[in-house]
């Protein structure tokens, strides 16, 4: 019964001996197989990953381009602004000016109204004191 019982073990020992072998064998294959699903993944992905690479770089081109593009008009539009004031002061001094010289010939040509009002009558007061003599009542 011993010799049985050790030939059943050495039995069952080579079964989990060839087992492991075998589980060996399929675990070398499945690591070749992964490592040429890696190299093929890999050759496949590096002309996505130059086109993204040059995607990147354009857009970080056409931001640059863009950046200046907007401070080219925040330069043009503080230059505008600049102008615009120096032509409004310059308008704005001369309309001072010129109300100024404005008002003072208003007030000579209504002092000459005054004195030529002293020296006749208008016609509206003739006509209201004949329209006076007319009147019955």
Known sequence: MNNLFLGIIAASVLVMAVLQVYVLIVAARA???FG???????????PIMANVQAVTSDAARATALAVAQVERVDRVTADLTARL?????????????ATGGGAWLSGLKMAIAAFRSFRKPTRRSRHVEDE???FIG
């Open 36 to 46: 040429a699903l890696a190299a093929t993944i890999e050759r496949d992905i590096r």
């Open 31 to 33: 690591a070749e197989r």
């Open 85 to 97: 004031e120096q032509i409004l002061t310059v308008v704005q001094t001369a309309l001072v000016g």
């Open 132 to 134: 006076d003599a007319l």
